[in-house]
């Protein structure tokens, strides 16, 4: 019976190929930013020092797509999926020059989405629970759709400091592939979402080289959204329709932090009568930068705790000895965190205005 290391061999080529491509189109694309505009300039509510890039969104997406149209074409949907990675990062691209209003972006959104569970049929057909076979037969579609669209902008808002949102979808997608590595013995329909998601890991990881603090590049809505997209996507092809108990809640465990964070932005500017698309500077990597943590620091947290989460998911799912190195993470983020209080003994923070972010916010 293959082990773990052999699936690693076998994912290693798209993985290889998602990072060197991401790498190499950064340059290309930064200078693509830059002549057509699509930058962040330093200042007013931004704090990065030099105008910054921000269509990163679009080597993630390159990476990701030719890993998959080189080794990936066994892949069911693949070619549909390779069209919605493209039809988001373009779309979404335009955001990124012009600045849309809210609304756009979630007609596109809603859109996308719509095309993928509609004109791809890539649906969340059913889910099984203890004693419950629950088939959605006409829910699948909104279903879909609304799993869809929320992982976009639980994304999207978590793309607040330097090398974040990048870093979390890098863990989500490992949890992902050993989820389906998991179940490959019972269910071989989970090969396809080893390859997908170690494609995701490596455009991700290839991102990262520039987007780790302090940034060269941003991702962008049109990063922030293809990942989502994407996540949403693999998940439905993989766990979302395995029969476990469970199973769909392995991305929701390793996305609990942006998700919750997503519901509470919601439920906070619904309480105080402001627009949901609202941007502020409260969301939990602007708070956790205002107690003193730099970015780095943020973003390292968000790792730490998305593992964590991820592997309470996975032992849920199966993986038992799972446990033991979410209880290793939590020890060394308990250690880091009273590293960082005793470092700043004797120093008092200030939290930053409200009006003047630590980081670009996002609605």
Not at 7 to 27: E, G, K, N, Q, Y
Not at 260 to 289: M, N, S
Not at 303 to 321: D, S
Request: glycine share 10%.
């Amino acid at each position: 019976m293959p082990t773990v290391a052999h699936h690693f061999l076998v994912a290693a080529p798209i993985f290889l190929v998602a990072v060197a491509v991401t790498v190499a189109s950064i340059p290309l694309v930064r200078w693509l930013s830059f002549k057509v505009g699509a930058v962040a300039e330093p200042g007013g509510r931004n704090i990065h020092s030099q105008p910054t890039a921000r269509l990163g969104g679009l080597a993630l997406m390159l990476g990701f797509v030719v890993a998959v149209a080189v080794f990936g074409r066994a892949i069911p949907y693949w070619g549909q999926i390779e069209a919605i990675a493209l039809l988001v990062a373009l779309l979404l691209a335009l955001d990124d020059i012009l600045s849309l209003p809210f609304w756009t972006k979630l007609v596109v959104q809603v859109l996308c989405s719509l095309l993928v569970a509609w004109g791809f049929g890539i649906t969340i057909s059913y889910v099984t629970l203890p004693h419950l076979d629950l088939h959605l037969a006409w829910a699948a579609i909104p279903v879909t759709v609304i799993w869809l669209v929320g992982m976009q902008n639980s994304i999207n808002l978590l793309d607040g400091v330097d090398g974040l949102a990048a870093g979390v979808v890098a863990i989500v997608g490992g949890v992902l592939f050993l989820a389906a590595v998991n179940r490959l013995g019972v269910d071989p329909a989970q090969g396809p979402v080893i390859l997908l998601a170690s494609a995701l890991i490596g455009c991700c990881l290839g991102f990262l080289v520039f987007n780790f603090a302090p940034a060269r590049i941003f991702m962008g809505d049109s990063g922030s959204h293809v990942l989502g997209m994407l996540v949403g996507v693999i998940t439905i092809l993989g766990v979302a329709k395995v029969t476990v108990a469970l199973a769909l809640f392995i991305p929701v465990f390793a996305l609990a932090l942006p998700i919750g964070d997503t519901a509470f932005a919601i439920w906070r500017r619904r309480r105080e009568g402001v627009g949901v698309a609202t941007a502020d500077a409260r969301h939990l990597h602007h708070r956790l930068l205002n107690l003193g943590l730099t970015a780095r620091e943020t973003a390292v947290t968000f790792y730490l705790a998305t593992a964590i989460l991820g592997c309470v998911g996975l032992a849920i799912f199966g993986h038992h000895k799972i446990l033991a190195v979410a209880l290793g993470l939590l020890v060394l983020a308990l250690i880091l965190l009273g590293w960082r209080i005793w470092r700043r003994r004797g120093f008092s923070f200030q939290e930053r205005p409200e009006s003047q972010p630590a980081e670009r916010p996002h609605p």
